[in-house]
């Protein structure tokens, strides 16, 4: 399905080099099944390994959920460190938590060997209490990330107040978060991976998967294509093989504003989102631009109709101005909605099938996707290579929602 509807700021960031498909190997180690931001980290960590792996794309390379992608990376998840303790343990909790902390430093080790850095930048968050009723909530969560070694304050009222151009009974400030453009992290990383043998195809789609008793065939209007194994990165798309159970996919809003180099009182340039579900977000871009997201609804497909957008829009940019009362007023010539999925226990997707040896799956579903496509690109080289992986069974396709 279309991912998004409207018009995009990523990809007017960078003109795409021209990709021509290679001619097909008669066998590869690894087939990856999607060219975005989970295809292309799962694609480096199985070279790294010295796999010949190839990437199967049914459209262009970063042309889904990447364009859309907001590219906020944090280590705190959508669902809190002191709820996620409840539902799966405290040292699981906070073992899932550090693993994305640990993947913020892999995100930047990688982005380093690209051109501009793929413009990441390490920022703060400021997560502030959306009523006075989630103070509680903040305050717990702040206990528990400062217990087990996070890097966090807790913001009272009077700390907002000095340090903010809004008003918010409390809010937590994270240190060693970070933003990217991600358009320009996957094309980037896709021109990198071809230098070093990863075959990709573009407008490449495997609509007949075939597991043999020694292989596996895929088979394309281009050809067929024979792996050992099948990594399944297709995001928000249907899975062309086996199902998730456990899994929503909603639809939301964004807009990216006209340059403005002042928005005073914007603290450190941090990342802000908030306690309400769903919650508003937004960032600061290297041209001095806004994005902000958020105004969430439980509809699969991205709004087709301009006029929807338009007024949705018109509501963002009403919080934006809400939250920076000083500014003048701006426009937003980027505006769009996007699909994206969430897990019912807010955990990604990622292991082996549980039936099938051969067939992988990496699918951030959460806020923290591309962290999340990180972290599960390392998981899957150590299955695939053989090696045990203690973290894998946090996020295992065998539990209550994962995969038939």
Same mark, same amino acid.
């Given at each position: 399905?279309?991912?998004?509807?409207?018009?995009?700021?990523?990809?007017?960031?960078?003109?795409?080099?021209?990709?021509?498909?290679?001619?097909?190997?008669?066998?590869?180690?690894?087939? @990856?099944?999607? &060219?975005?931001?989970? *295809?292309?980290?799962?694609?480096?960590?199985?070279?790294? /390994?010295? +796999? %010949?792996?190839?990437?199967?794309?049914?459209?262009?390379?970063?042309?889904?959920?990447?364009?859309?992608?907001?590219?906020?990376?944090?280590?705190?998840?959508?669902?809190?460190?002191?709820?996620?303790?409840?539902?799966?343990?405290?040292?699981?909790?906070?073992?899932?938590?550090?693993?994305?902390?640990?993947?913020?430093?892999?995100?930047?080790?990688?982005?380093?060997?690209?051109?501009?850095?793929?413009?990441?930048?390490?920022?703060?968050? @400021?997560?502030? &209490?959306?009523?006075? *009723?989630?103070?509680?909530?903040?305050?717990?969560?702040? /206990?528990? +990330? %400062?217990?087990?070694?996070?890097?966090?304050?807790?913001?009272?009222?009077?700390?907002?107040?000095?340090?903010?151009?809004?008003?918010?009974?409390?809010?937590?400030?994270?240190?060693?978060?970070?933003?990217?453009?991600?358009?320009?992290?996957?094309?980037?990383?896709?021109?990198?991976?071809?230098?070093?043998?990863?075959?990709?195809?573009?407008?490449?789609?495997?609509?007949?998967?075939?597991?043999?008793?020694?292989?596996?065939?895929?088979?394309?209007?281009?050809?067929?294509?024979?792996?050992?194994?099948?990594?399944?990165?297709?995001?928000?798309?249907? +899975?062309?093989?086996?199902?998730?159970?456990?899994?929503?996919?909603?639809?939301?809003?964004?807009?990216?504003?006209?340059?403005?180099?002042?928005?005073?009182?914007?603290?450190?340039?941090?990342?802000?989102?908030?306690?309400?579900?769903?919650?508003?977000?937004?960032?600061?871009?290297?041209?001095?631009?806004?994005?902000?997201?958020?105004?969430?609804?439980?509809?699969?497909?991205?709004?087709?109709?301009?006029?929807?957008?338009?007024?949705?829009?018109?509501?963002?940019?009403?919080?934006?101005?809400?939250?920076?009362?000083?500014?003048?007023?701006?426009?937003?010539?980027?505006?769009?909605?996007?699909?994206?999925?969430?897990?019912?226990?807010?955990?990604?997707?990622?292991?082996?099938?549980?039936?099938?040896?051969?067939?992988?799956?990496?699918?951030?579903?959460?806020?923290?996707?591309?962290?999340?496509?990180?972290?599960?690109?390392?998981?899957?080289?150590?299955?695939?290579?053989?090696?045990?992986?203690?973290?894998?069974?946090?996020?295992?396709?065998?539990?209550?929602?994962?995969?038939?």
């Amino acid at each position: 399905m279309d991912l998004h509807n409207g018009l995009l700021y990523w990809p007017t960031t960078l003109v795409k080099p021209t990709h021509t498909n290679p001619h097909i190997k008669a066998h590869y180690d690894v087939i @990856i099944i999607g &060219a975005g931001m989970s *295809g292309l980290l799962t694609a480096k960590a199985l070279v790294d /390994e010295g +796999l %010949n792996v190839a990437i199967l794309e049914r459209n262009e390379i970063a042309s889904g959920s990447t364009s859309a992608n907001t590219g906020l990376l944090q280590y705190s998840n959508d669902i809190m460190l002191h709820e996620l303790a409840k539902q799966i343990g405290e040292q699981d909790a906070v073992r899932f938590y550090k693993l994305c902390y640990e993947a913020l430093d892999q995100l930047e080790a990688i982005s380093l060997s690209l051109p501009d850095n793929a413009n990441f930048i390490r920022r703060p968050s @400021i997560c502030f &209490a959306s009523k006075k *009723g989630d103070v509680k909530m903040l305050e717990k969560e702040f /206990e528990m +990330l %400062n217990q087990h070694g996070f890097p966090v304050e807790f913001w009272n009222d009077i700390i907002v107040r000095n340090r903010l151009p809004f008003q918010a009974p409390a809010a937590l400030y994270t240190m060693n978060d970070a933003e990217i453009n991600p358009f320009k992290f996957v094309v980037y990383l896709a021109e990198q991976l071809k230098t070093r043998g990863v075959h990709i195809f573009e407008n490449t789609f495997g609509n007949i998967i075939e597991d043999e008793s020694t292989h596996i065939t895929i088979k394309t209007m281009h050809g067929d294509f024979n792996t050992s194994r099948i990594v399944y990165t297709t995001g928000y798309n249907r +899975l062309p093989h086996g199902s998730l159970t456990g899994a929503d996919i909603n639809r939301s809003y964004a807009i990216v504003t006209e340059q403005n180099p002042r928005f005073e009182g914007w603290y450190e340039q941090a990342l802000i989102w908030e306690t309400a579900r769903p919650y508003l977000y937004l960032r600061r871009t290297s041209d001095n631009r806004v994005i902000i997201g958020g105004l969430d609804e439980k509809k699969a497909k991205p709004t087709k109709g301009q006029e929807k957008i338009e007024a949705m829009a018109e509501k963002l940019l009403d919080e934006l101005h809400r939250l920076f009362p000083s500014e003048e007023a701006f426009q937003a010539p980027y505006k769009y909605s996007a699909s994206f999925g969430e897990s019912l226990d807010n955990l990604p997707f990622i292991g082996q099938h549980p039936d099938e040896k051969n067939h992988y799956y990496l699918l951030g579903f959460g806020g923290n996707g591309t962290v999340y496509s990180l972290l599960g690109a390392s998981i899957l080289a150590d299955l695939i290579m053989g090696r045990k992986n203690d973290d894998a069974r946090l996020v295992t396709l065998d539990r209550k929602y994962g995969l038939t």
